[in-house]
């Protein structure tokens, strides 16, 4: 198999995970009468818009968490890969509980086939005044995962990781990635800045295509997000774009672009160690 349907879920979550759920069902359901069959959602598909405490209070570890059975359930009557783009769990460290930003890909069969915690956290002061610190709630991961779907290797990775290159290029040299999930919440100003050319140089840049499904618009709490899921292939084109509202965008992934795309500018292969 060499192509396939792929469709980014875009959401504006809020605070309430159940009605967060019901949004994304509704619009993976949506994607799978287009013909999808492999559908990614925005970081944070469950709880958006929570202060620390708020959010610890409603999450729970993975194995116990009714949400995420609730979308392996769904994957398997829609019979299609479900990848959420990210869901938060509670997870003990030493000495205290925190949470993982984690991305889990499900399988038709609705079992786990990987996961991934985000490894780079958004601490982060912009111009504006607005401020970020993502390490205060959640753990850092520490390991690159890749996936094997029908059509490709699927690299796992979340929104701020967008701006670490060489996460990228270990998921295509040594993880056989092929393709990039990049499920985000980025901030309206950077995405305004940032997104699209950032999206397109990891595409080409490791010639492989690029699924990332974000979060967009105003949401409860007067946060604003960028929005504009976009699906890009490896010579750096854009398949499909959203502007901010909820929706779904598809495209059609035909694999063979990789191959061509890496035998015409073959820099995965041309890369070098090189003293600093
Ligand atoms: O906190 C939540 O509710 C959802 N999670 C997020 O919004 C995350 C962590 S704060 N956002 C980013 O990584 C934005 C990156 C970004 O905007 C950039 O790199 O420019």
Same mark, same amino acid.
């Given at each position: 198999?060499?192509?396939?349907?792929?469709?980014?879920?875009?959401?504006?979550?809020?605070?309430?995970?159940?009605?967060?759920?019901? @949004?994304?069902?509704?619009?993976?359901?949506?994607?799978?009468?287009?013909?999808?069959?492999?559908?990614?959602?925005?970081?944070?598909?469950?709880?958006?818009?929570?202060?620390?405490?708020?959010?610890?209070?409603?999450?729970?570890?993975?194995?116990?968490?009714?949400?995420?059975?609730?979308?392996?359930?769904?994957? @398997?009557?829609?019979?299609?890969?479900?990848?959420?783009?990210?869901?938060?769990?509670?997870?003990?460290?030493?000495?205290?509980?925190?949470?993982?930003?984690?991305?889990?890909?499900?399988?038709?069969?609705?079992?786990?086939a990987a996961r991934y915690?985000?490894?780079?956290?958004?601490?982060?002061?912009?111009?504006?005044?607005?401020?970020?610190?993502?390490?205060?709630?959640?753990?850092?991961?520490?390991?690159?995962?890749?996936?094997?779907?029908? &059509?490709?290797?699927?690299?796992?990775?979340?929104?701020?990781?967008?701006r670490f290159p060489y996460?990228?290029?270990?998921?295509?040299?040594?993880?056989?990635?092929?393709?990039?999930?990049?499920?985000?919440?980025?901030?309206?100003?950077?995405?305004?800045?940032? &997104?699209?050319?950032?999206?397109?140089?990891?595409?080409?840049?490791?010639?492989a295509f690029v699924i990332?499904?974000?979060?967009?618009?105003?949401?409860?709490?007067?946060?604003?997000?960028?929005?504009?899921?976009?699906?890009?292939?490896?010579?750096?084109?854009?398949?499909?774009?959203?502007?901010?509202?909820?929706?779904?965008?598809?495209?059609?992934?035909?694999?063979?672009?990789?191959?061509?795309?890496?035998?015409?500018?073959?820099?995965?292969?041309?890369?070098?160690?090189?003293?600093?």
């Open positions: 198999m060499t192509s396939f349907r792929a469709a980014c879920v875009q959401l504006r979550s809020g605070r309430d995970p159940a009605h967060n759920l019901d @949004e994304a069902e509704r619009l993976i359901r949506e994607a799978r009468r287009d013909g999808a069959e492999y559908i990614q959602t925005p970081e944070q598909t469950a709880t958006m818009e929570m202060n620390r405490k708020a959010m610890m209070a409603v999450l729970s570890a993975e194995d116990d968490d009714e949400g995420l059975k609730r979308m392996q359930a769904l994957a @398997e009557e829609l019979d299609i890969w479900l990848h959420i783009g990210s869901m938060s769990f509670l997870v003990k460290t030493c000495d205290e509980v925190k949470a993982a930003n984690r991305s889990l890909l499900i399988s038709p069969a609705g079992r786990i915690d985000k490894i780079h956290m958004f601490d982060v002061d912009l111009e504006n005044g607005e401020s970020y610190r993502e390490s205060a709630s959640f753990v850092p991961g520490e390991k690159a995962v890749s996936a094997i779907l029908p &059509w490709g290797t699927l690299g796992l990775t979340i929104c701020y990781d967008l996460l990228y290029r270990a998921l295509c040299n040594q993880k056989g990635a092929n393709i990039l999930a990049i499920p985000a919440a980025f901030t309206k100003r950077t995405g305004q800045a940032h &997104w699209e050319v950032l999206m397109r140089a990891r595409a080409i840049e490791n010639g990332a499904a974000a979060q967009g618009g105003k949401h409860e709490n007067g946060r604003k997000t960028y929005g504009h899921s976009i699906i890009v292939d490896p010579w750096g084109t854009v398949l499909a774009e959203a502007q901010d509202e909820p929706c779904f965008i598809a495209a059609d992934i035909d694999m063979t672009r990789v191959d061509v795309c890496r035998k015409a500018i073959p820099s995965l292969q041309h890369d070098r160690a090189f003293e600093i």
